[in-house]
């Protein structure tokens, strides 16, 4: 009997082992597939802030978009950005603000506008890393507890937004219940911090172009403008000393002056077309329906005498009715049919075709020639400002009007670009939206 009674205890034992045994293994489960779906919260998170961040032309939208999307994954009803002054360092309050109850914490967000340097925010910036304030009624150096409370808010985090190691921004959160600081949330914020730096590093730089663009622009129009008239006199006297000494100089005075007179009239063409250049970014489009044939035909007329200089063949296909600037579009035919002119190559007749492709959203009319070509490399640079990539000395010319054509285009809303000719040569492309 007593061995009985032992075996059923011991079996009893031994199910119960095996119930918990199961029932250990289904909380693992249970847990790995809470922890997995956690991570794909996470991942998707970042992924969507990554999303936002990629796609944003300015700052506030990227950060914005971050706020929306870490309130929505915690949970937290406030969420709120700063950003540093780029020159001093300073952090400055954002109107970027995440409310999930606009009337129940507006109090709240005024207070921190007013609030010159808040606690949280700020110690973050001077520490490089996040900050947690796990109850506000017990965290002496939280400035805005009262307000904070009274909006029913207990806890708060806020992270570094970071370019390299230099802190510049911060974003900071509040939760409706205390909170202690959490590893896997922190991490997940580090990335997120690191992501939203990167927008402002491109802002920064795009910020940064555009200024030495205007100062480069604001350049251009004086040199040209304020330079124009003493070089005009310049050019007038030693025309005249040419024209008076002419009979008392010698061979080599007149050569001399022959040379002053050549560098004055590179330096005007330079001048005219820095003024162009500048013109180019600023004047007013005067756009209208205009036949894009005319005005291939005016800048041939205008370019008669590099045509009959070079003898070129040029040929005109069938090209559209455009609705452009009629003077900007000739000026740009005119710079891509003077350099098919001038690039020649040596010992082959050259050859200029003028021709238009449909797009349906956009005409592309090409100026092809069998000159001497542009190497690959070279591609994009041509149309920098200056740059000249074939031998000054044999070439004439300032470097510019490629600069200028490509201006002009992209403020029509098209595109200009070089690429090889089959048979050798350049093909200049040039997109215009219909
Ligand atoms: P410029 O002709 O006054 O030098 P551009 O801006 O018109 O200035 O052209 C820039 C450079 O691009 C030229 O110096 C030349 O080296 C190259 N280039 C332009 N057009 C052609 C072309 N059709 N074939 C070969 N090279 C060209």
Redesign the pocket.
Known sequence: MRGRIDEAGALREELEAERQARRDAERLAEENARALYDRQDELELLEMVAGASNEATAIEPALGAAIVHVCAHMRWPVGHAYLSDEASGTLRSTSVWYLEDEARYSAFRDATERSTAPGLPTRVVKAGEPAWVADVATEPEFQRAEVAMGAGLRSGFAFPVLMGTQTVGALEFFSDRPAEPDPVLLGLMAQIGVQLGRVVERERAREELERSNADLEAFAYLASHDLAAPLRAVSGFVSLLGRRYHDRLDDEGREIIGYAIDGVQRMQAMID?LLLYSRAGTADLQRQDVAAHGLVAAALRDLAPALAETGAAVEVGELPTVHADAGQLQRVFQ??L???M??TAPDVEPRVLVSCRDLDAAWEIA?A?N????EPR?AER??EMF????G?AD???????????RRIVERHGGRLW?EPNAGG??V?RLTLPR
Do not use: E, M, P
Request: net charge positive; aromatic share 10%.
């Open positions: 077309d710079n891509l003077s350099n098919a001038k690039y100026v020639d000159g001497i070509g542009i070279n041509v149309f740059a000249r990539v074939h000054g070439y004439r010319g300032t470097g510019l009007g490629l600069a200028i054509s070089v040569g350049s200049f």
